[in-house]
Nanobody
Framework: QVQLLESGGGLVQVGGSLRLSCAAS????????VAWFRQAPGKERAFVAA????????YYEHFVKGRFTISRDASKNTVYLQMTALTIDDTAVYYC???????????????RGQGTLVTVSP
């Protein structure tokens, strides 16, 4: 069973940057589509970005397009989310998940991590 572990969250000021990592262990990951989601306090889960298994296709929710970049390093079994120009509204727990297929972000991920907290301060 694949396990996912997110890292890289923390406290950052408005306009700052962070890079989140999603490391997989325990099974195949390199051919799986992976997405980042976020959940702010009192709000529903929101899709952020997704990447196909071969990294050829990437997808972004409109509110992060142009600011966030999803990528993956197969040799490290890791998917990244580079976040720039952060705003207060980006404050949330961010978690990664393996998708059934690369556009299946409306479904619950097959596997998900525990998440990492990103807090953007004024």
């Amino acid at each position: 069973q694949v396990q996912l572990l997110e890292s890289g969250g923390g406290l950052v000021q408005v306009g700052g940057s962070l890079r989140l990592s999603c490391a997989a262990s325990g099974g195949a990951f390199s051919s799986s589509a992976v997405a980042w989601f976020r959940q702010a306090p009192g709000k529903e889960r929101a899709f952020v970005a997704a990447i196909s298994g071969n990294a050829e296709n990437t997808y972004y929710e409109h509110f992060v397009k142009g600011r966030f970049t999803i990528s993956r390093d197969a040799s490290k079994n890791t998917v990244y989310l580079q976040m720039t120009a952060l705003t207060i509204d980006d404050t949330a727990v961010y978690y990664c998940g393996i998708l059934r297929f690369e556009t299946a972000w409306e479904e619950d991920p097959l596997v998900r991590g525990q998440g990492t907290l990103v807090t953007v301060s004024p």
